[in-house]
């Protein structure tokens, strides 16, 4: 999933990075509950059985769970003019996120420009810090790395990082950006999955700043 990298000052990087998924573990991104409301939502809709929707009938059934979507949440996931399932699983997701504020504890991690590590999982103090939730280490990725160039370590050991997370996270970290400090991630005991491999092995072929990523016990 490609990701805007600009920094604050309106600068982007020459590159903009996003391994390419065919699937989406929906579980990461939606509850069960909302997956299969909006899946019988698509469905009622898709009159013809094509699978897929123009973007004004998606926008409708978007907006029929309460949610206000743009032109650029189809762009990020999509350029074709009818969408289909697995796309508009990541329309909603990203509408749902962009409508999610970070949570304090998050935004005090990241407020303190003088400190260079950054610990969620198995080494935090904070009970919150130590099982961050999906929503959590989304908004992390949205809002705060690809802006932190102070941060000199990122620990994410024995957090629940699925495929999606990962992606997102990778395509997010401040390594990629000039002027970034990242020279060490730690992914140890990660429950990764199979399909954050792409996700990796571009991490691994353009790591920029990062000197060392620790993959012990992942799975």
Known sequence: FRRDMRLAVGMAPPLVWGPKFKLVP?????SPSEYAA???AFQQLDTEGSGELGRGELTISLRSFGHEVT??????????????LHDGVVVSARVMRAETR???WLSALFARHDEARLVLGEAAHM?????????????MADHFLPHALHL???SLAGVRVGPFVCC???SALPCRVPGSRLVWLNLSHCPLGEL???AIVELLEFKASLQRVLLAGCG
């Open 26 to 30: 929906y579980s990461e991104v939606l």
């Open 38 to 40: 909006f899946e019988h």
């Open 71 to 84: 032109a650029g949440d189809f762009d990020r996931s999509s350029s074709k003019e009818l969408i289909n």
């Open 102 to 104: 970070p949570e304090p």
């Open 127 to 139: 009970d919150t810090a130590r099982e961050p939730s999906t929503g959590a280490l989304l908004a």
């Open 152 to 154: 000199h370590e990122i």
């Open 168 to 170: 997102e996270l990778c």
């Open 196 to 198: 954050a491999v792409p």
